[in-house]
């Protein structure tokens, strides 16, 4: 009786556990809601208006493969979906609902390992050349969607 009881608490904890990856990945299957605010310095913001240029906000949404994942995997792990935006000559801030998340992907990443990356670069339609030298976001969903994402830009080469 002792044994019996013993190993029905034992599929209890097996089952929380895998209750607690399942419940992680159904949170990742919903991509969060979150906001970026690009700014430019001044040089940087008075150059990307003289050549009538725009600032694109680029977002990849990727995770970490599992085992069913190995044969799907991208530079940036599994990839679980991008966007992009294009704000005007002075950057400003753009909100992103997930639009591009491909939630069936996520059945192969491990769970806990969603992420979302923020690249900011110019769109090169007054310039062929990137002007824009911008920090980048890496971070969890709960990351992103704690507290506006903050992007500075600079002219390459401004110091």
């Not at 679980?80 to 400003?92: A, C, Y």
């Amino acid at each position: 009786m002792r044994s019996a009881r013993l190993a029905a608490a034992a599929l209890a904890v097996a089952m929380l556990g895998l209750s607690a990856a399942h419940a992680q990945q159904g949170a990742e299957a919903v991509p969060p809601k979150y906001s970026v605010v690009v700014t430019l310095s001044a040089k940087a913001a008075a150059k990307m208006t003289a050549t009538k240029e725009q600032t694109v906000v680029d977002v990849t949404y990727s995770g970490d493969p599992n085992a069913a994942g190995k044969k799907k995997v991208t530079e940036f792990g599994i990839l679980l979906g991008e966007e992009q935006v294009k704000l005007g000559p002075t950057g400003g801030t753009v909100a992103f609902v997930g639009k591009g998340f491909k939630p069936a992907e996520v059945k192969f990443i491990k769970p806990g390992s969603a992420k979302v990356l923020v690249n900011v670069f110019s769109a090169r339609l007054g310039n062929e050349d990137n002007l824009l030298d911008c920090g980048l976001f890496e971070g969890s969903f709960a990351e992103a969607a704690a507290k506006p994402v903050a992007i500075a830009c600079k002219l390459i080469g401004e110091p």
